[in-house]
């Protein structure tokens, strides 16, 4: 099983996750063009993609939907209430209703050998739903674009093999940048976007001993940097493990192991992780 971010930031996000049989896109938030490059590095085709999943309706998930859709005829996978959005969005243009399949939060999908778990998250859109993606007893979970977390949340995330989790801005450059106050007060809320400690703090809630990778997604062109996305979510995880470490916490769930953490790029193809 592979997971790579073909893109990903807040100026567009395409990421694969396949099998050796099976090949999927989960949003494409850019163009046509530039998602059919990152398939290439990836000895791939649109051609051989079973099916698209989108997160939910934003421009930067779905930018390049409507030029690959009624090029491939490939099945699109949304919720109602995002695919309601789509329809109404005025810059991808017409998709063939045939082509769009309903899905719900906590109802799997199977695609051939692939299953996908939707599950509900807090975000500023029509229906969002985040993904979970199972080959056999390998799984992913890709989750962006939340502005706060639960129990629901841990619990639908516990146990994968390798994550795709949000870090969006700093606290401190978006208080301090350019943005104005009610798009400041957006990214900060509830239904807005995780802060590079949040993403942290989610990800020291998922710790085992059995991840095998990590991969910060999404970053603010305007209010994140790698460097501080990294350590800033590195920082959290050290803490975490120092203070299981002191209360002797014994058992494998509670005993992390290392794992290498990535941080995706906006503008390029990221190292494809391969969940053993």
């Known amino acids: 099983m ?46 051989d993609i079973d099916g698209i999943f989108i997160t939910h309706e934003h421009a ?6 409507g030029v690959l859709g009624r090029k491939y005829g490939i099945p699109i996978y949304a919720t109602k ?14 998709i063939p209703d045939e082509l769009f399949c309903p899905i719900s939060a906590d109802e799997k999908i ?54 795709l989790l949000e870090a969006n801005h700093d606290v401190n ?3 301090v940048g350019p ?36 991969m910060l997604g999404h970053l603010s062109k305007e209010n994140n940097l790698p460097e501080l996305a990294y350590e800033a979510v590195r920082v959290e995880v050290t803490m975490e493990k120092m203070k299981r470490e002191e209360e002797g916490l014994s058992h494998s769930d509670s005993k992390p192991s290392d794992f290498p953490m990535y941080v995706a790029s906006r503008s390029e193809i990221s190292p494809v992780i391969h969940i053993a």
């Open 110 to 163: 199977v695609i051939k050998d692939l299953t996908c778990n939707p599950m509900k998250i807090s975000h500023d859109a029509a229906e969002p739903v985040a993904y979970r993606i199972q080959h056999g007893k390998k799984r992913v979970g890709i989750i962006t674009d939340l502005g706060n977390y639960n129990d629901y949340t841990v619990e639908s995330l516990k146990g994968m093999d390798a994550l």
């Open 81 to 94: 209430g995002t695919i309601k959005a789509i329809k109404n969005s005025s810059t991808v243009g017409e």
């Open 2 to 47: 592979r997971l790579c971010s073909i893109a990903s930031g807040s100026s567009g996000n395409c990421i694969y996750v396949g099998s050796d049989t099976t090949h999927l896109l989960v949003d494409v938030g850019i163009s046509g063009k530039r998602t059919e490059a990152g398939l290439k590095e990836l000895d791939l085709s649109m051609r």
């Open 173 to 175: 450059m978006l208080q």
């Open 179 to 214: 943005y104005p106050y009610y798009l400041k007060q957006r990214i900060l809320g509830d239904r807005g976007h995780l802060s590079n400690e949040r993403a942290g703090q989610l990800l020291c809630s998922l710790l085992h001993d059995k991840l095998q990778a990590v």
């Open 60 to 65: 930067d998930h779905i930018a390049g939907l």
